[in-house]
């Protein structure tokens, strides 16, 4: 009954970081499928830097955000 959540946030094994491009363009295909099988829009939980660098702008600004943030 729950919305699904899509989990996006940097990983420190990470070596390369897509461009805003690469990484939307790959985002909207994951979110259909999502969408697809649950019929419900996600909820997106990300953090502020990543909403920033990635999100912020796009679409999914309208989406409801779920901020990681565990120092404040």
Do not use: M
């Amino acid at each position: 009954a729950l919305p699904p959540v899509i989990d996006l946030e940097y990983v420190g094994n990470c070596s390369k970081r897509p461009t805003r491009e690469e990484f939307i363009k790959e985002l909207d295909t994951y979110n259909r499928l999502v969408y697809a099988h649950y019929r419900q829009k996600p909820i997106i939980y990300t953090t502020y830097e990543f909403y920033r660098d990635y999100l912020d702008g796009t679409p999914y600004q309208d989406y409801a955000i779920w901020i990681r943030d565990i120092w404040t």
